[in-house]
């Protein structure tokens, strides 16, 4: 794949998405899966933020260390994003939490936006964009061109599953956003739903389906 596009290799990752996918998973431990698959994913986006120097004062003496240098910000795409958020906040708690909601019109699959209480000035330099599913692309090159015009120096977005239509409508809308994911799939079927997948990732983690 182009060179930001990043597939997960990961064998936990790889491991827990099979699961995933497994139409028999109920909903508690379907929401388990998101939550740790995205903390993995997360980890791995991670590698290359930016750190400060600093010193910390050991019970010994004085040791050179670093801190996080950007302020970073979790977007979930409501609502399926929203699982992938709890577990990435535990390991960044000084993240901030801004979520976007987006649908996409089930007849012209184009992207809806209903929620944004982004203030007017940026208070994040890094976001990382939070939706399990990219299918035709429409919702995460919206939410990334909100997050632009925002004015956020460094968006990354983390997926679970795309289908190729989608990363080529995100890469030609946005070529300077990195994408993780855990797994491209084959296709997307008439109704714009990613095959393999796994079913509707909203309905399956709050089983309204
Ligand atoms: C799903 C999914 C993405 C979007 C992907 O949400 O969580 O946000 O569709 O499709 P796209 O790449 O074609 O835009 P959905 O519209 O079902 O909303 P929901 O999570 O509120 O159910």
Known sequence: ?????????????????????????????????????????????????????????TPLEKAPGFELQAEIGLVPILRAGLGMVDGIHEMIPGAQVWHLGIYRDEETLRPVSYYNKLPVEPTVQVCLVLDPMLATGGSATAAIQVLKEWGVRRIKYVGLIAAPEGINVVVNDHPDIPLHLAAVDDHLNDNGFIVPGLGDAGDRQFGTA
Do not use: C, W
């Open 1 to 57: 794949m182009a060179g930001n596009i990043h597939i997960s290799e990961h064998p936990l990752i790889q491991h827990k998405l099979t699961i995933l996918r497994d139409a028999a998973t109920e909903h508690k431990k379907f929401r388990e899966l998101i939550r740790e698959i995205s903390m993995l994913l997360a980890y791995e986006a991670m590698t290359d933020l930016e750190l400060a120097q600093t010193t910390v004062q």
